[in-house]
Nanobody, 119 residues
Framework: QVQLVESGGGLVQAGGSLRLSCRAS????????MGWYRQVPGKQRELVAD???????NYAESVKGRFTISRDNAKNTMNLQMNSLKPEDTARYYC?????????????WGQGTQVTVSS
């Protein structure tokens, strides 16, 4: 059974930092592209950052220079270091894994963790 479990969310003042973690089980972690997405009520879920199996990273323009995504294949974990947080970063953050095996796409989501940034 696939499980993606996020942790590390919370309430922080603008300018502060948080570190999100995602622990994966039930997948071949090292063969999955891992990503962080976020969603606010009434809006579509959006990509924050992702990291390929070889460690190539990609960031949304709005978080470049402030957030850093990383992965540890030996521990099946992915992290998102969020610095210089802004009120507009307030959202529920979701861990995602995706891979393609034998022409089939596999896409998994965690339950999310809430990040609230106060002004």
């Amino acid at each position: 059974q696939v499980q993606l479990v996020e942790s590390g969310g919370g309430l922080v003042q603008a300018g502060g930092s948080l570190r999100l973690s995602c622990r994966a089980s039930g997948i071949m972690f090292s063969r999955n592209i891992m990503g962080w997405y976020r969603q606010v009520p009434g809006k579509q879920r959006e990509l924050v950052a992702d990291i390929t199996v070889s460690g190539v990273t990609n960031y949304a323009e709005s978080v470049k220079g402030r957030f850093t995504i990383s992965r540890d294949n030996a521990k099946n974990t992915m992290n998102l270091q969020m610095n210089s947080l802004k009120p507009e970063d307030t959202a529920r953050y979701y861990c995602n894994s995706r891979t393609r095996i034998a022409d089939l796409d596999y896409n998994n989501w965690g339950q999310g963790t809430q990040v609230t940034v106060s002004s």
